[in-house]
């Protein structure tokens, strides 16, 4: 027998804890009866208004920060996509029957983002907790019970610190350890013979182990073409690099066999649809033909690889791209398309690291893309795939995993 359902609004509402919901503009969109309760306005004066409309700082205390610091906490949450609990914060409030007249008052915020299917930050739970009373019976102690409270939760901070810190490090060496393995074995540098120049880079998300689901390849195939591949399984974390693995070496022993990218990238897909954590992988492949100087191409729901020709020009392989692998309910042939190249071209294949960030437009990201290929076209491979990230990665680091390959036709 099925499980009675759950009214979640009537357990938000019941919820102990002061919550609220905000638009990304800082707009209350909901707010539970604890924290109608303790704010002192009611549901009907918070919703559809901004947060700092109704909390301003107090303007008689010209060093007041709980609203700066607030917004401050909510933007970066926004912006990070990750959850931020803000140190106790003085935020005076005034009163609703004495205009003028301001409470002093203490919080504790945790702010924490929702996400909706597609990784957007929709809306930040803003939750808090009055510690005024906590604040106030402290400062009514003596200077030397303070000093001995201090003194011993300072000792004991240490203590925890030191601890955190060794199994902090231990950690990360045993990642480190874990995740270069790994990226050795399943991410090997292209052993080509010579007649091809290429560059690959790898470059995992800021604050995740050193692996992920992204991947490339190079295979050269008879007749002196090559065969050049990424992809991108969703997730993080050694069980994303462990799906990579597996189609990475399906597709790497498909293009080998294939009679183009298109197969290739059908066979993928059925052999997708037998790996837990395959579906809606992202690939991309094409094969170079230096005999009629032409590139065969086929997208398996992957950004579009960038012909960057030595005239100045940027080409994007966009006219063959079917949804990602595992996705459709039956198995249908993949789209080709072709596009022919001059020697000195440069062909540039990547995954959604390089380029995707939160609230921008995909057609900003390539065209920076573009932009960076047209001014440094003339760069030797290796030197290129090194000023590609210089530009293209933001400086405090990448928010996912980025693989590129770079070959100069």
């Known amino acids: 027998m099925s499980e009675p359902g759950i009214d979640y609004e009537s357990v938000f509402r019941a919820l102990p804890a002061m919550v609220a919901l905000l638009t990304p503009g800082l707009v209350f969109a909901d707010a539970n009866d604890e924290f109608v309760r303790y704010s002192g306005r009611s549901r009907t004066e918070l919703i559809g208004r901004n947060l700092f409309e109704i909390f301003p700082d107090n303007p008689n205390d010209p060093g007041a920060t709980g609203a700066r610091n607030l917004e401050a906490s909510l933007r970066r949450v926004l912006e990070t996509g990750e959850r931020d609990t803000m140190a106790i914060q003085r935020y005076d409030v005034q009163s609703q029957t004495r205009p003028g007249t301001w409470h002093q008052r203490y919080w504790s915020p945790v702010n924490t983002p929702i996400f909706d299917s597609q990784g957007r930050v929709v809306l930040l739970l803003h939750r808090v907790e009055e510690v005024t009373e906590l604040i106030h019976a402290r400062d009514r102690a003596t ?9 011993a939760e300072l000792y004991t901070r240490s203590r925890e610190l030191q601890d955190v810190n060794e199994r902090l490090r231990l950690a990360h060496a045993r990642e480190r350890e874990v995740a270069l393995a790994l990226q050795d074995a399943m991410l090997p540098a292209p052993r080509l013979d010579g007649r091809h120049q290429a560059a690959v880079r790898y470059r995992p998300a800021i604050g995740a182990l050193n692996v992920a689901g992204d991947w490339f390849d190079l295979v050269e195939l008879p007749g002196g073409s090559l065969a050049v591949a990424v992809g991108d399984v969703v997730g993080h974390g050694l069980v994303a690099a462990g799906v990579m693995g597996q189609l990475r070496s399906a597709l790497s022993a498909a293009m080998r066999a294939a009679d183009g990218p298109a197969q290739a990238l059908e066979v993928l897909g059925l052999y997708a649809r037998s790996v837990p954590g395959a579906q809606s992988t992202t690939a991309a492949a094409v094969y170079i033909d230096w005999g009629d100087y032409s590139l065969t191409y086929s997208s398996a729901g992957h ?14 392989l966009d006219q063959a791209t079917d949804p990602p ?44 893309l573009a932009d960076s290929l047209a001014a440094h076209r003339d760069l030797e491979p290796e030197e290129l795939a090194d000023t590609l990230l210089v530009d293209l990665l933001p400086a405090a680091g990448a928010t996912d995993d980025t693989a590129l390959v770079v070959v100069r036709l």
């Open 143 to 151: 200077v030397g019970d303070r000093a001995r409270v201090l003194e």
């Open 303 to 316: 950004l579009p690889p960038v012909l960057a020709r030595s005239d100045g020009t940027v080409a994007y």
């Open 325 to 368: 692998l595992d996705t459709r309910p039956e198995h249908l042939p993949r789209a080709r398309a072709r596009l022919e190249f001059k020697e000195g071209d440069t062909l540039v294949l990547y995954t959604d690291g390089l380029v995707e960030r939160r609230r921008e437009d995909i057609d900003v990201s390539l065209a920076r």
